[in-house]
């Protein structure tokens, strides 16, 4: 109990759902790699490494790491980002720009959680490993002074055998080990390579016990450069598999015993993984390039069920795209990420320039189909499908639930334009089912998602249009054009001050930010290593809820910050207006490039909440831009300007462009 109630805590301190229906990649909004899960309290712990997108100019086409983010789910679908648990600037033997944080793991040793982590070291080459030590498996991981004596290497791996000892692995000009003292930051001997493994390069080693036996699993280049292929040819770019051997002891000798998975089809060069065991199950955690398919040092992280034969040996697994875990029915099942495709369908990025926007499924004739198992429908089970699609002619889906269930899903023509098209359905029952998608009309269609609901599921957005608009009776303005959230990973909306908004706000994200020239609709902006796109909306309410736009675009809701811009165009000048905003959290906003309010603060949303200064609507074209920051909540604003009698200004042509 203590420990939920910990974990409750930390939730509030910003710890951030990444995307529940988890498939593979687990993790959706960053690259993350070399995977180590752990189980603590029942709930399964991931240490990956995070790579990103090197900042050290010239870019260095290299790993590069600067620091660690912890993932945990109980369920193995829906995933938690605990955020950085330790950085490079915090190691005080470590290079602070070294963005050498490789492939870490942690175990749990007398109530406390050790963290194990390679790093470059202030002084000299190569790599250290060092140890970070905290109460709880999310942190404060608190690093020691130093490194650990007596090793160097990478990819470093505690194994808690049942002798009552701590044993060290590690990579690095093979694999090598040694047992470490019961304080767990000092080896107690020499290192010794392993010995008793195949011949070629290895790397990454994960050791375990399961059913009495020890395993040492490691990534292994099994073949060599010119290598026969066994097709007649040779092996040009010989890449990584995860192959193992097994022992008695923690110490071996070890016995080779074959590959866990082949190396990944599409050349990424590195596999590194860890095994577990969690409710019953084993699974295999490994990563590949699935997001960034042209540079396989920016990788991502995956699971898969893993199964014993009964004289202990592992059988292979083969790498899936719908991963592991039963799937609520009622959030979007990504059906790109199939368990089977067929009769021509196939899955393509919604964008190669930002391939986190994830994939959709095309169904490009009559008869293509995919399957998607393990989805459940809970409580009452669901009277209504809701689809998001993209066709040029009106189509038919046919959705089949395990056979017990065939309901024809109707789509309209959505003018190639994206839809979330909802069908009311005769009441599915409850349960857990297996789910195909077919096709049954003649033309294209492409989906992204698909859900089921007991009602349809509530439309916050249509896409703006170039029909005329005028503020709604209130006078609130519903045309806007709103960026994707740009990550701003505020733990707590206390810091909101003035102070700290004027220097937020004031900063430059993206090179267009105050542009007097309109981002057209689908446009891109760079911001940081985000590429966001901007997208022409109208608000069905009065408040536009940005929490739910990132959610349509399947983005990060907590931690954000929101630009909006739009075009209020006046017949003739109107003096003495008042701009009147609400907003959820904090937020500014811009008349024509002045600042016109603040709204500092950790604030609900309120109608005309703050009210600017007198304004000149300036006859023509006015361009009132916002900024709205949130750490956790749910972001919105409503906007609207009021004349001296505090009466709404409705006399004005909202337009996006
Ligand atoms: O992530 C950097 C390195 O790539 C790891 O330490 C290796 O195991 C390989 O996955």
């Not at 180590?36 to 090197?54: E, G, L, M």
């Not at 080896?187 to 010794?192: E, F, I, Y």
């Not at 334009?417 to 003649?442: H, R």
């Amino acid at each position: 109990m203590e420990f939920y109630q910990k974990l409750t805590t930390a939730c509030a301190l910003g710890i951030f759902a990444i995307g529940a229906n988890a498939q593979n990649p687990l993790v959706r909004n960053q690259f993350t790699a070399d995977p180590t899960a752990r189980v603590f309290n029942n709930r399964v712990f991931v240490y990956p490494s995070h790579d990103i997108i090197s900042p050290v100019e010239p870019e260095r086409k290299w790993f590069c790491m600067a620091d660690y983010h912890m993932f945990s789910s109980s369920d193995l679908t829906e995933w938690n980002d605990h955020g950085v648990i330790l950085s490079q600037e915090q190691v005080p033997w470590g290079n602070p720009k070294g963005y050498s944080m490789w492939a870490p793991d942690c175990v749990e040793h007398k109530g406390k959680y050790y963290f194990f982590f390679p790093n470059a070291p202030k002084t000299g080459r190569g790599f250290g490993i060092g140890v970070a030590i905290a109460q709880h498996p999310y942190g404060p991981y608190v690093p020691q002074e130093k490194n650990i004596e007596g090793v160097m290497g990478i990819d470093p791996c505690v194994l808690q055998a049942k002798d009552g000892n701590a044993y060290l692995f590690w990579g690095g000009g093979g694999i090598m080990s040694a047992k470490l003292k019961d304080n767990l930051l000092e080896l107690d001997g020499k290192p010794a390579p392993v010995t008793g493994l195949p011949e070629g390069f290895k790397e990454g080693p994960f050791a375990f016990e399961a059913n009495g036996k020890y395993y040492l699993s490691f990534p292994w280049v099994r073949k060599k450069k010119g290598d026969p292929d066994g097709k007649g040819g040779t092996i040009d770019n010989p890449t990584e598999c995860l192959a193992y051997a097994m022992s008695d002891s923690p110490t071996g000798p070890w016995e080779f015993k074959g590959v866990i998975m082949d190396e990944h089809e599409n050349g990424c060069w590195t596999n590194h993984h860890s095994i577990v065991q969690y409710n019953g199950q084993w699974y295999l955690f490994y990563h590949n390039n699935a997001y960034s398919p042209s540079f396989d040092k920016n990788r991502s992280i995956c699971c898969d069920s893993l199964t014993f034969n009964a004289d202990g040996t592992i059988q292979k697994v083969i790498p899936t795209l719908r991963g592991v875990g039963i799937c609520d029915a009622r959030k979007p099942l990504q059906i790109d990420r199939y368990s089977a495709i067929g009769g021509g369908a196939h899955i393509e990025f919604h964008d190669t320039l930002n391939c986190f926007q994830g994939w959709k499924t095309i169904f490009p004739a009559n008869g293509a189909w995919v399957a998607y198992n393990k989805i459940e429908l809970k409580d009452a089970g669901a009277s209504n499908v809701c689809v998001k699609v993209k066709t040029t002619a009106k189509a038919n889906l046919l959705l089949e639930l395990s056979g017990k269930v065939k309901v024809t899903l109707p789509m309209p023509n959505t003018n190639g334009k994206w839809a979330e098209v909802n069908v009311p359905v005769k009441q599915i029952a409850a349960g857990v089912y297996d789910l195909k998608l077919t096709l049954k009309s003649k033309g294209e269609v492409e989906v992204d998602w698909i859900t089921l609901a007991d009602h349809p599921k509530e439309q916050y957005f249509t896409p703006a249009t170039d029909a005329a608009m005028t503020p709604d009776e209130d006078g609130f303005i519903r045309r806007w054009m709103l960026l994707e959230p740009i990550d701003k990973p505020n733990r707590s909306n206390a810091v909101f001050t003035d102070t700290y908004l004027r220097t937020e706000f004031g900063k430059q994200y993206f090179t267009t930010q105050h542009s007097t020239t309109m981002p057209a609709d689908g446009e891109s902006v760079t911001v940081g290593n985000q590429t966001l796109k901007w997208h022409a909306v109208e608000s069905n309410r009065f408040n536009v809820k940005l929490l739910r736009f990132a959610e349509n675009y399947e983005k990060q809701i907590y931690g954000v910050l929101f630009w909006a811009v739009t075009v209020i165009d006046c017949p003739e000048e109107i003096k003495d207006v008042r701009l009147a905003v609400g907003s959820n959290s904090a937020s500014m906003w811009w008349l024509n490039g002045e600042e016109a309010v603040l709204l500092s603060g950790d604030r609900r949303m309120v109608k005309d909440d703050c009210i600017s200064p007198r304004l000149t609507l300036k006859k023509g074209r006015n361009i009132l831009r916002g900024a709205v920051i949130n750490g956790p909540g749910m972001s919105d604003f409503c906007v609207r300007f009021i004349n001296e009698k505090g009466e709404p200004v409705k006399n004005v042509t909202i337009k996006t462009k």
